[in-house]
């Protein structure tokens, strides 16, 4: 493989490493072009490359962070393009997902930019020609219900179902690529919203161009020429166009169809980056159209979107416009006028209008407000929805003696925190209600929920009930069982076989015995995976369902424990410290019980930041601790999916060489997203049992694993977390009293990010940092947390802000007070909309 390209690569890791800071090289990017250029010439790589990547390249310095890792990707893809060999894509970081509006999981991601540039093959059955009215002469099938709010209802014309065939220029092929991104109907169309926008809106005269500028210019063709270059290997179409104030000459690369369609005397509107060739001002392959047509493409902010493989930026946008332009103003509006004005918003139309084709900056910061808000508040009104709902039926009630209690609690091994003690007291309230308890714990790790869970367990089986608890892997219900059984048996308590374990590895035998206790009542508590849920066991008379680790459960799952019993109450437990404004929004149908105390004598994790030069000190740090008899954690990030690879090839090759190289005389496990369950379980256990020193792990790392003599953690690439999250792996250590620590290693000794990883150094507080989180990057973190089906649909909230969530929220909760059931004849399409939202996930727990 060419050298340049092998370097170009190096610097664009490096790049991308750097999230885009514009570091990977002293100077900025553009300075490798000093050398670049001409060693790519030497090796003979073609000259509209090197083109691209030198003026893609100038253009860097200029570009936000989520624009240079479009350019950086777009331009390996170019070069994937034309040399096969040219080698792995560079990642992208999650950095830039926070200001992307939406990527459907489908979707995988383009190149934005270089998709006006890219010369393309026409689309089958050409461009669309903008039509007004999609043709109706074939019946509009209805392809699929559309999920997004407000979408549909029976107000919607019922064209908006109809499949993408039914618009011209799009036939089954296209229809079928359509559909890989989530569009199988026009509804669909009008919620796949932009992943950016290129801002074109400021038209220039010729005269006042100056380079590096994104302009658009409209002219009259004075000359095009077609001129072979290399040989012949390349064709150059080259026009000069003049506005009367000056003339500009346009070089597109390899599209000799051009001659046909640009013809002298043309009026042409084009929009790109204005570069240099030879001292004169160029644009290369810019976007361009006929002025005669509406700057679809020009003149304007032009949205970009997501794309697959067989679809161009220039024909989807057209299309869009069709869509668009037709059906926006005919969108019913769901939401009622008074919340409308109240809220400030725009109409639903207008905002999907502006959220494809703004007009302004400001306009499309509206739009987006107007959709986010519809989003939180279907969101919120199905929650209390919920709520009221578990609220109506009857739970059997459960007395708690406070003598019996007082005896539970004197006779732990140690003494409830005072948040452990107000949790056990609203669990008291809540089974003593008459209502089923729906009750969320959200405390940090190591704030002792499960003792607290344990003694709710207690308060059901005293009176001869049943108990369930779920969690995510069978090494977190092994514990469980251990922790429960220590607990709830003994003189005067259960005894040893009422307390059972059910996960994948129950041989047949326990199975059948279990059951059969299940079934006679003789079993009081079964803890298990979600075995508990595929098996066929049926409870005699099971009253309350606990589930830890809440989030890695899907809303299916936790009904279908649920539905095990009559009712039965609910407790579920989560790590993950939600900053209370938005635990409001996501978790509004549950109470929730905050356990913000630690049990003294923890003493926090020390917590260092070290860079990346001087990780040797950490690892002798991690030496000595296991001199000491202690074990050590090394983690590596993993930020997307798409990582996925990466990071475990970097956790792979890192036990390679910290067996071999640092660590010789030491066991070193390695645990990552690419083994099995039971591989990953098994592995851990190990650990557990002291069967290696190390482990090298992605994040996969159990949550809620209890690894006392674990000491000392040491986290890679820990600037590509998120605080909430680096407090949750550093949760691992320090479980057994003691002194530990967590270093902290970024990729790169920025200190404006070492800055906000310093916050790790100075708290041990997990809801301290989710706040800060939330400040620094925004809420999308949070809301996919609960992953219960909705969350998918909360496109446009994680790119706002908490105040228009709380907003929505109040909104939410003052209809729902007027109109909970949405009967008045005005909020008709509201319920229908809302319907709709929550169709697909019934459960929200
Ligand atoms: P988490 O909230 O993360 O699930 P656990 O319930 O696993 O935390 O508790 C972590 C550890 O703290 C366990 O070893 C548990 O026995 C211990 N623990 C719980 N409560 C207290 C307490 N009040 N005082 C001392 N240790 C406690
Ligand atoms: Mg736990």
């Given at each position: 493989m060419h050298a340049s390209l092998e370097k170009l690569r190096k610097f664009f890791r490096l790049e991308a490493e750097n999230k885009?800071?514009?570091?990977?090289?002293?100077?900025?990017?553009?300075?490798?072009l000093d050398f670049w250029e001409a060693e790519a010439r030497n090796e003979g790589l073609s000259e509209d490359l090197i083109q691209l990547v030198a003026s893609r390249l100038r253009d860097y310095q200029r570009l936000t962070p989520t624009s240079r890792a479009d350019t950086l990707k777009g331009v390996w893809k170019r070069i994937q393009g034309q040399?096969?060999?040219?080698g792995m894509p560079i990642p992208v970081y999650s950095e830039n997902q926070s200001t992307q509006?939406?990527?459907?999981?489908?979707?995988t991601p383009s190149t934005p930019v270089e998709e006006r540039q890219a010369p393309k093959p026409k689309p089958e059955n050409n461009?669309?020609?903008?039509?007004?009215?999609?043709?109706?002469?074939?019946k509009p099938t209805p392809a699929r219900a559309s999920?997004?709010?407000?979408?549909?209802?029976?107000?919607?014309?019922?064209?908006?179902?109809?499949?993408?065939?039914?618009?011209?220029?799009?036939?089954p092929k296209n229809a079928s690529s359509l559909e890989k991104m989530g569009m199988f109907t026009l509804a669909d169309m009008l919620y796949y919203f932009p992943r950016r926008y290129d801002d074109y809106s400021q038209l220039q005269p010729i005269r006042s161009l100056m380079y590096g500028q994104v302009v658009t210019v409209i002219g009259q063709i004075q000359s095009v020429i077609n001129r072979p270059v290399r040989g012949g290997k390349m064709q150059i179409v080259e026009v000069i166009i003049s506005d009367g104030t000056g003339a500009l000459r346009i070089n597109w690369f390899?599209?000799?169809?051009l001659m046909n369609r640009l013809s002298e005397g043309m009026n042409i509107a084009v929009a790109g980056t204005i570069e240099q060739y030879l001292g004169r001002l160029v644009l290369n392959s810019p976007d361009w159209e006929?002025?005669?047509?509406?700057?679809l493409h020009t003149n304007r902010i032009v949205p970009i979107y997501p794309l697959?493989?067989?679809?161009t930026q220039k024909w989807l946008r057209q299309l869009m416009d069709q869509v668009i332009k037709f059906w926006a103003p005919r969108l019913p509006d769901p939401l009622p006028e008074s919340i409308k004005t109240s809220a400030g918003l725009q109409s639903l139309g207008e905002a999907i209008h502006q959220a494809h084709f703004p007009d302004s900056q400001k306009a499309l910061s509206e739009a987006r407000e107007r959709l986010a808000f519809d989003e939180i508040f279907y969101l919120q009104m199905g929650v209390l929805r919920q709520k009221r709902d578990w609220q109506s039926v009857v739970g059997r009630i459960f007395d708690v003696p406070e003598e019996w209690l007082g005896e539970r609690i004197e006779a732990l091994p140690f003494t409830l925190t005072g948040a452990q003690k107000r949790t056990v007291d609203d669990v008291c309230v809540d089974v003593g209600s008459g209502r089923p308890m729906n009750r969320l714990i959200q405390g940090?790790?190591?704030?002792?929920k499960t003792v607290v869970a344990a003694l709710a367990a207690m308060m059901i089986t005293r009176n001869g009930a049943q108990a369930a608890i779920m969690a995510p892997t069978s090494i977190l219900a092994e514990q469980h069982l251990r922790n429960f059984s220590s607990l709830m048996t003994g003189d005067g308590l259960l005894q040893e076989d009422q307390v059972r374990l059910l996960t994948g590895d129950t041989s047949a035998g326990d199975r059948a015995s279990i059951q059969e206790g299940l079934a006679s009542g003789h079993v009081k508590v079964l803890i298990g995976t979600h075995a508990l849920i595929e098996d066929p066991v049926v409870f005699k008379d099971l009253q309350l369902t606990i589930i830890d680790e809440?989030?890695?459960?899907?809303v299916d799952q936790r009904a279908a424990l649920r539905a095990k019993g009559t009712n039965p109450h609910l407790l579920v437990m989560t790590?993950?410290?939600?900053p209370r404004s938005l635990a409001l929004t996501l978790y509004g149908d549950l109470d929730i019980s905050v356990m913000d105390e630690m049990p003294?004598?923890?003493?926090?994790?020390a917590t260092h930041v070290i860079k990346p030069q001087e990780r040797e000190r950490g690892y002798s740090l991690i030496s000595s601790q296991i001199e000491a008899g202690h074990q050590a954690f090394i983690v590596y990030p993993l930020i997307e999916e798409s990582e996925k690879l990466e990071s475990v090839k970097a956790a792979v090759d890192d036990h390679e060489r910290l067996s071999r190289e640092?660590?010789?005389k030491l066991k070193l496990g390695l645990l990552h997203g690419k083994m099995k369950p039971d591989e990953k379980d098994c592995i851990m256990t190990d650990f557990r049992d002291k069967k290696y020193d190390i482990l090298v792990s992605?994040?996969?790392?159990?949550?809620?694993?209890?690894?006392?003599?674990?000491t000392v953690m040491l986290i890679e690439?820990?600037?590509?977390?998120g605080l909430a999250q680096l407090h949750q792996l550093r949760?691992?250590?320090?479980?057994?009293g003691g002194e530990s620590f967590c270093l902290l290693v970024p990729d790169h000794a920025d200190a404006a990010e070492n800055a906000r990883l310093q916050a790790m150094t100075e708290t041990n507080d997990g809801f301290k940092l989710a706040e800060l989180d939330l400040k620094q990057r925004g809420p999308g973190e949070f809301l996919?947390?609960?992953?219960?089906?909705?969350?998918?649909?909360?496109k446009m909230a994680s790119l706002t802000d908490v105040s228009l969530i709380e907003k929505a929220r109040n909104h939410a909760q003052k209809m729902f007070e007027i109109d909970a059931e949405l009967k008045a004849p005005e909020h008709a399409l509201l319920s229908e909309a809302l319907e709709r939202f929550w169709g697909r996930s019934g459960d929200v727990s």
């Open positions: 885009y800071a514009n570091t990977a090289v002293i100077g900025g990017l553009a300075k490798i040399i096969p060999d040219a509006t939406t990527a459907s999981p489908a979707v461009e669309p020609r903008p039509a007004q009215q999609p043709r109706q002469e074939r999920s997004y709010p407000g979408a549909q209802t029976s107000q919607t014309p019922v064209a908006l179902n109809a499949n993408l065939t039914v618009l011209q220029g799009v036939g390899n599209q000799p169809w006929p002025i005669e047509t509406e700057h697959t493989a067989n679809i940090d790790v190591g704030s002792g809440q989030h890695r459960f899907g790590a993950t410290p939600i003294a004598g923890r003493e926090p994790v640092i660590f010789p992605t994040t996969v790392i159990e949550v809620g694993v209890d690894v006392p003599n674990a690439g820990a600037n590509r977390f949760g691992r250590v320090g479980r057994g996919g947390t609960r992953q219960s089906g909705y969350a998918t649909n909360l």
